[in-house]
């Protein structure tokens, strides 16, 4: 079995499918995807980054905190079909108590570096709701940089959400490794 990226990472297994029920299901991280998920899709898309782990050995990981307890994900996927821009997403989501404890800028550096290495993409993009500050701080913190150019309306939003307008940092070869603390 391949090992993981990062020590704090691991593989999901179907033990883990009630710590990425309670992730998705805490109001103040479900505020940012737009409302609770209802457990079939909880359960599909768990499905498909468990899948996608063992398919490629890479993807979307388990975040384990110090006690060795599953409080996130993260990790690196394709970006979804119907969405504006192309290529390979970050992405991460913490329980609201795991937050400000540094655990996506401790991960995703090693992730980021063997996606480079091992897939060679030209970047590697990020997008979050613009008013997702903390979000945006994290990308910045990553070495993203915001390209106001390819920023986009979520095509799952109603054109009222709150959330509908999605900006976009990209992580450019060049400047992998360059995280700013």
């Not at 391949?2 to 020590?7: A, L, R």
């Not at 498909?48 to 979307?60: C, P």
């Not at 997008?127 to 910045?140: A, D, G």
């Amino acid at each position: 079995m391949p090992t993981t990226p990062h020590p704090q990472l691991k593989r999901w297994t179907e033990a883990d499918l009630p710590a990425w029920i309670a992730i998705h299901q805490d109001d103040k991280v479900a505020q940012w995807l737009g409302g609770l998920i209802s457990a079939e899709l909880l359960r599909a898309a768990f499905d498909r980054a468990s899948d996608h782990l063992v398919q490629h050995d890479w993807g979307v990981w388990a975040v384990l905190d110090g006690r060795g307890d599953v409080v996130g994900a993260a990790g690196l996927q394709p970006i979804r079909e119907g969405f504006p821009v192309r290529g390979v997403e970050a992405t991460w989501r913490l329980r609201s108590d795991a937050w400000g404890q540094g655990l996506v800028t401790a991960v995703m550096p090693d992730l980021l570096a063997d996606a480079f290495s091992r897939f060679s993409p030209e970047e590697i993009i990020a997008f979050t709701p613009r008013r997702n500050l903390k979000s945006q701080s994290v990308m910045q913190r990553l070495g993203f940089q915001r390209d106001e150019s390819r920023d986009f309306d979520h095509p799952a939003l109603a054109n009222d959400h709150p959330l509908l307008r999605h900006v976009v940092y990209c992580l450019k070869r060049s400047q992998e490794g360059q995280t700013h603390d």
